[in-house]
């Protein structure tokens, strides 16, 4: 074995830092740095570059996401007295702001200090909407980043190993999930998805600024969006214990990133209300409970069998069932993946999963559950790779998501 050139040390970074074998060229030299750095002999016959999806692909299912928003909000169904953030003349009856949307936009507008409830609400979306000050240009920005969204989830997937089919059937079943509405309201879900698709991506590409910025998307908005700190935690340990610089330090970025943004909020707390740790103190006025991940389906599943179960309960039921599954498979495939990505995100995956279905709120079996555990990047990439059952899957997920999109735009609390 002899020492790689300088040129076959760059091919060498670029083919380990991005999954790609580059040929520039041709000849015996390129043939045989490859034998060193990876001791395989490559094949003579040309290899296939991977499928791209579509841009066009990607806008048909944000549009059919749009259409099915759009299409509740026109059903005929009786609309809950005294609910939601109307605002012009469109949305002075049916709308998205509703439920927890109408109390980001109190604490963007009114502060912490208005209610000691408030701090439950973590500030990312209480900045978007002070920042874009009206309720239009804010949901014109969450439509905005639903699109980019989508893309961002096609590319990682295939930074993943998915190929480009698999991954537009994860776009799709992402777009028509069974809390779709969610991601066109001023929810946190759709911000925790982006973050925790572009920590990915960066523990992938090998990049610290994307994985901060990814890092500090996800914390800022959500408690279980904190917990993707764990990913670049995680990536760091890793790094650390394999004497990978590069890795290392972009796990550490992101690590730094999550700190910063908790340390702020804390802080925040600590001047505004007295308390730094207010947002767990606040749990208490939501009637905010821990379980044990399986009680909450037990228990909703003995409700619904002697015959008190609400229509929706019993429906997050049935959403939570074929959730697990899909989630076990897409956790499975991502650890067993062998990218940098794959082991810290699927034990972030597992460790947000657990947390959704431990958590009980108002008292209430599965109250919010679904809508949790839709966050869970692996899960649609997991029923994408099921090509005989994602189909009908989907369908079943479309469906759901208009019965739930119906009732949430008319004011009653869905999940």
């Known amino acids: 074995m002899y020492p790689l050139s300088k040129s076959s040390r760059a091919r060498q970074n670029l083919t380990a830092g991005y999954g790609v074998e580059m040929v520039i060229g041709g000849g015996a030299d390129i043939q045989s740095d490859t034998i060193v750095a990876t001791g395989v002999t490559p094949s003579t016959a040309p290899r296939k570059a991977p499928a791209a999806i579509r841009w066009s692909s990607i806008v048909g299912w944000w549009l059919a996401h749009g259409l099915l928003i759009a299409s509740a909000i026109m059903v005929p169904f009786p609309i809950a007295h005294g609910s939601g953030l109307h605002v012009g003349s469109a949305l002075a009856r049916w709308g998205v702001w509703q439920d927890d949307a109408v109390n980001y936009a109190r604490v963007a507008f009114q502060g912490y200090t208005a209610s000691p409830a408030w701090p439950a609400y973590w500030p990312g979306i209480p900045l978007l909407i002070a920042l874009t000050r009206s309720p239009w240009v804010t949901l014109a920005v969450i439509q905005a980043a639903l699109l980019a969204v989508m893309r961002l989830m096609a590319?990682?997937?295939m930074d993943l190993g998915l190929s480009a089919s698999a991954a537009l059937a994860a776009v799709a079943l992402f777009a028509l999930n069974p809390a779709a509405v969610y991601y066109s309201s001023a929810y946190p879900e759709?911000?925790?998805?982006?973050?925790?698709?572009?920590?990915?991506?960066?523990?992938?590409?090998?990049?610290?600024w994307p994985m901060a910025a990814g890092i500090a998307a996800a914390t800022i908005m959500d408690p279980l969006g904190a917990v993707v700190c764990l990913l670049p935690l995680l990536l760091a340990i890793q790094a650390w214990r394999r004497r990978d610089a590069r890795a290392l330090q972009v796990g550490l970025a992101g690590v730094a990133a999550g700190a910063a943004v908790v340390v702020g909020f804390c802080g925040y707390l600590a001047a505004m209300v007295g308390n730094p740790l207010a947002m767990v103190s606040a749990q208490r006025y939501w009637?905010?409970?821990?379980?044990l991940p399986w009680v909450q389906v037990a228990q909703e599943a003995q409700r619904?069998?002697?015959?008190v179960s609400q229509t929706n309960r019993g429906v997050a039921l049935v959403v939570v069932i074929l959730t697990v599954p899909s989630l076990y498979v897409g956790i499975r495939w991502m650890a067993s993946g062998g990218h940098p990505a794959s082991g810290p995100a699927a034990v972030t995956s597992v460790a947000m999963a657990l947390l959704s279905l431990a958590f009980q709120a108002e008292g209430e079996p599965l109250l919010s559950t679904a809508r949790f555990l839709s966050m869970l990047v692996p899960g649609y990439f997991g029923m994408a790779r099921c090509k005989g059952v994602s189909g009908p899957v989907l369908v079943l997920t479309g469906f759901s998501a208009m019965v739930g999109a119906v009732a949430f735009t008319h004011g009653h609390f869905w999940w």
């Open 287 to 291: 009637h905010g409970a821990w379980t």
């Open 304 to 307: 619904l069998l002697v015959g």
């Open 155 to 157: 590319t990682a997937a």
């Open 190 to 208: 759709l911000w925790v998805v982006g973050g925790f698709l572009i920590a990915i991506r960066a523990t992938v590409h090998r990049r610290p």
